[in-house]
């Protein structure tokens, strides 16, 4: 007789969710300072005092602002179920990405990069995370690389086209791109802990490592995207000056 052993748990899936309540104040904040705003303003109207109009007009455009800020938060929010990130067994979602919410399957990543963006406000930092590509996947470093040479090489582009691409040929160097990130998401509204984040990622995809990056790196890390985007918009300014 053969005894089956128990089959081992599942690991359990790592989830960050935004925060629900900070834009929730931000949208009570924000509609009470604007009612004071307009009791204000009619006030110094009633009273005959433009010259008091103005602060108060400020404290309307600011409150609106504030509003419409934890508006996008919920609304944000309520589309991914209130995940901005997370480790499962199929792989990683980020949710606060700028390219929009994004399943990555275990297949497609090759490192998990955690690092922050300094700011100038009160000399504080965002905390950061972002995903490495392999080099043969869309939006990968290495790819970039490639189809910056294959322009360059090209004998039918205009002269002015052709100068712009000089221009943008700063390579980094491929060993200075080994760890730059394809696709990043900034903390705001969420936070991620690091060392429950680590352990998850050996749990689900032990041969994907996890790697710290200072701030100092920042534009190492993700400058190379600006390149990108302006060697896309280069080519399709050259395909649409074909037709004119």
Request: charged residues 25%; aromatic residues 8%; hydrophobic residues 45%.
């Given at each position: 007789?053969?005894?089956?052993?128990?089959?081992?748990?599942?690991?359990t899936?790592?989830?960050?969710?935004y925060r629900?309540?900070?834009?929730?104040l931000?949208?009570v904040?924000?509609?009470?300072?604007?009612?004071?705003?307009?009791?204000?303003?009619a006030?110094?109207?009633h009273?005959?005092?433009p010259?008091?109009?103005?602060?108060?007009?400020?404290?309307?455009?600011?409150?609106?602002l504030?509003t419409a800020?934890?508006?996008?938060r919920?609304?944000?929010?309520?589309?991914?179920?209130g995940i901005?990130?997370a480790?499962?067994?199929?792989?990683?979602?980020l949710?606060?990405?700028?390219?929009g919410?994004?399943r990555?399957a275990?297949?497609?990543?090759?490192?998990?990069?955690?690092?922050s963006?300094?700011?100038?406000?009160?000399?504080?930092?965002?905390r950061?995370?972002?995903?490495?590509?392999?080099?043969?996947a869309?939006?990968?470093?290495?790819?970039?690389?490639a189809?910056?040479d294959e322009?360059?090489?090209?004998?039918?582009?205009?002269l002015?086209?052709?100068?712009?691409l000089r221009?943008?040929?700063?390579?980094p160097?491929?060993?200075?791109l080994?760890?730059?990130?394809?696709?990043?998401?900034?903390?705001?509204?969420?936070?991620?802990h690091?060392?429950?984040?680590?352990?998850?990622?050996?749990?689900?995809?032990?041969?994907?490592?996890?790697?710290?990056?200072?701030?100092?790196?920042?534009?190492?890390?993700v400058?190379?995207?600006a390149d990108?985007?302006e060697?896309r918009?280069?080519?399709?300014?050259?395909e649409?000056?074909?037709?004119?």
């Amino acid at each position: 007789m053969t005894t089956e052993l128990p089959d081992e748990p599942a690991p359990t899936p790592y989830v960050a969710r935004y925060r629900r309540v900070p834009p929730i104040l931000m949208i009570v904040a924000g509609a009470f300072a604007f009612g004071k705003a307009i009791r204000w303003i009619a006030g110094a109207a009633h009273g005959g005092h433009p010259d008091r109009v103005p602060p108060p007009m400020a404290l309307a455009v600011a409150s609106i602002l504030l509003t419409a800020a934890g508006a996008v938060r919920l609304a944000r929010a309520r589309r991914t179920g209130g995940i901005a990130f997370a480790v499962d067994a199929d792989g990683i979602f980020l949710a606060a990405s700028r390219d929009g919410g994004r399943r990555f399957a275990w297949d497609e990543v090759s490192a998990l990069v955690l690092f922050s963006r300094r700011t100038d406000f009160v000399h504080g930092a965002v905390r950061c995370v972002g995903l490495r590509v392999h080099p043969t996947a869309p939006g990968s470093p290495e790819r970039h690389l490639a189809e910056l040479d294959e322009a360059v090489s090209r004998h039918d582009l205009p002269l002015g086209v052709w100068a712009r691409l000089r221009r943008l040929d700063r390579r980094p160097t491929r060993e200075g791109l080994v760890l730059a990130v394809s696709f990043h998401a900034e903390a705001r509204g969420w936070r991620y802990h690091s060392a429950r984040l680590a352990r998850a990622m050996r749990a689900h995809a032990p041969g994907v490592p996890v790697v710290r990056e200072p701030s100092e790196r920042y534009y190492d890390l993700v400058g190379w995207r600006a390149d990108q985007d302006e060697l896309r918009r280069i080519l399709q300014d050259a395909e649409l000056g074909h037709w004119c």
